[in-house]
DNA sequence: CTGGTGACCGCTT
DNA sequence: AAAGCGGCCACCA
């Protein structure tokens, strides 16, 4: 058990379900969570991130598709690896989003 | 207890 | 059209 507050049980919930291949964004799991402004939390979330083996916080980028700097949780490249494992293409620490934004409607 | 910050985004003027 | 500002939640001093 876990008395993590609520919201923050929300966003793991919402980085676990990104798919393979996919990147989603903090903007997007706070949406998806309820309240759009809850983006900063979903920052804080991952930063935390007490489950990094179930939640994918490498796959969860800012709304330019860029992964923030301060993620580093084992090597600014090793998030980049990671990303360029699951076939998504990283261009200077960016990602297409159009490509690789996670999209629901099309999954 | 209060103030301020933080892996951010959207809205308003 | 662009720019600036606020907001929500949690944690730290």
Redesign the pocket.
Known sequence: MKPT????EKIYQIVKQIPYGQVA???QI?RLSG??????????A????PDPDTIP?YR?V???GQV?S??A?GGENQQVKLLELEGISVKNGRVDLTKFGWKKDVF
């Open positions: 507050s609520n919201t923050f964004t903090y903007g706070a309240n759009k402004n809850l983006s900063r939390v979903v920052g804080y991952l930063h935390v991130n916080c969860v800012n709304r330019f923030s301060a993620f949780f």
